[in-house]
């Protein structure tokens, strides 16, 4: 057992179940003078600070107890088993706060694109590179010509470099293969990942991306692949959870993306959606309407599209970083949707192409400043709603007794300095299923 003790100000996430919205987006419970205790994985406790001693001796009668129920000959052995080392952290009255979700990101790749940035830094648009064959293509020719050693290589030092972020669970999509083997190979990688290393890695299969160069002139020849052929295929190997597509101008229409989904969900994929990011295509609309999990992007929604959002389940997930490197201002978005009731997630959209940042906190930060969320707002949205958009909610992103014990110990006297010291990073510890698993100047202590 791990008890996380002399907490400055501990969020806990308590509240009501499922995605948080309107002003319940906005209600971080904050306890001061507090401790967690984690055992098997899990928190098992948390609160003031007054109530640890209570803690301890009920664990110690359900101790003695246990013993007096077993038999005499096992005695010896059952005490010994339960003389359980309880390790104390003393933090020195650090804040902590339950692990971040980045809930979308695009993790297998092979290459940058650097020369890109330069590019549109002198102008160009993404649109014209992706036109010009570059762009999501290029990488696509990148990724197909790498080993899958090398992808799960490349692939897990991003994961290192999240966990030290703060990030303890994240959404991983393929879709830069764009054909059965390399689509299966991105995919590959990610079960792998998530076996080997600490972070909970949740798969998701976007073969609708782009349409590859050998379909260009048969765009229908590629969707009618995918759906007779690489959606079933995929589901037959049990490579994803999610399917996506990036519905938007110059990628592929709603009418595409929905023959695309609906024929997912009736394989049992759950859906997510790439909605309105540069055009609005009634994405959002279309998420909502088809039950999806997470739309994602949602620069361009309409009015409409906010209203079906907030009759549905479907949770908003919000991609900052990507509209600060592309150079665009959408408003205060957050602020917009957080206001019609409807759930804000937070995602890095970690990808070579638009957003090349692990950074939670970074993100945190443009949802505040950029896109008008409050740090409280931010907080939910990169942890507990986070948690809802990619299918693992209240199992992570609360620390709450039962929860996943996924905790960051931060540098920091509250969680209002994540977005406020912008650039710098307050991660001290960070706890995964009750362990340490990275410390700061140390680097990882384990995969
Ligand atoms: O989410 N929008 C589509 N996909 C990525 C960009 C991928 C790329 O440019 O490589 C995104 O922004
Ligand atoms: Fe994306």
């Known amino acids: 057992m791990l008890i996380v003790d002399n907490i400055g100000e501990l969020v806990t996430m308590e509240g009501p179940t499922g995605p948080r919205r309107g002003s319940l987006q906005g209600v971080v419970r904050v306890v001061k003078n507090a401790f967690l205790a984690a055992k098997d994985g899990k928190v098992i406790a948390a609160g003031p600070r007054d109530e640890l001693p209570a803690l301890l001796s009920g664990l110690e009668r359900s101790r003695e107890q246990d013993q007096e129920e077993s038999h005499e000959e096992s005695r010896e052995k059952s005490q010994e088993e339960s003389r359980e080392e309880v390790t104390v952290l003393d933090v020195g009255g650090r804040a902590v706060v339950p692990g971040f979700v980045d809930a979308h990101t695009h993790l297998v790749f092979a290459g940058w694109r650097y020369q890109e940035y330069v590019m549109r830094c002198q102008g160009a648009t993404y649109q014209e590179i992706l036109r010009a064959g570059g762009g999501i293509l290029e990488t696509v020719r990148q990724t197909r010509r790498a080993t899958e050693e090398a992808l799960f290589h490349r692939a897990l030092s991003f994961l290192d470099e999240m966990l030290s972020l703060g990030t ?94 609906v024929r997912g969900k009736e394989l049992g994929y759950e859906i997510k959606l790439h909605a309105d990011e540069l055009r609005n295509t009634q994405g959002a609309e279309l998420g909502a309407s088809l039950g999806a999990v997470s739309v994602d992007h949602l620069c361009m929604i309409s009015q409409e599209g906010v209203r079906a959002l907030r009759e549905s389940d479907t949770v908003a997930v919000l991609l900052p970083a990507t509209s600060c490197f592309m150079g665009k201002d959408y408003g205060k978005l957050g602020r917009k949707l957080v206001d019609a009731g409807v759930p804000v997630a937070l995602g890095t959209d970690f990808n070579p192409g638009t957003s090349p940042t692990t950074s939670i906190p970074l993100c945190m930060t443009l949802a505040c400043s950029m896109s008008g969320l409050t740090p409280a707002e931010a907080l939910t949205a990169a942890t507990w709603n986070a948690a809802w958009a990619i299918g693992l909610g209240g199992r992570v992103g609360g620390l709450l007794p039962g929860m996943q014990a996924d905790a960051l110990i931060l540098d920091a006297d509250s969680y209002n300095e994540i977005p406020y010291r912008f650039g710098a990073n307050l991660v001290w510890k960070v706890l995964k299923k009750g362990k340490v698993v990275f410390q700061a100047n140390k680097g990882r202590v384990v995969r």
């Open 168 to 261: 303890t669970s994240v959404e991983a999509k393929s879709g830069y293969g764009l054909d059965a083997e390399n689509e299966l190979k991105q995919l590959r990688v990610l079960r792998r990942l998530k076996a080997e290393h600490c972070l909970d890695v949740v798969p998701t299969f976007l073969p609708a991306h782009a349409i590859p160069p050998e379909y260009w002139r048969d765009r229908e020849g590629y969707i009618q692949e995918i759906i007779g052929s690489m959606l079933p295929l995929v589901r037959r190997e049990g490579l994803a959870r999610f399917l996506d597509v990036f519905c938007d101008e110059g990628a592929f229409t709603s009418k595409e993306a929905r023959r695309i989904l």
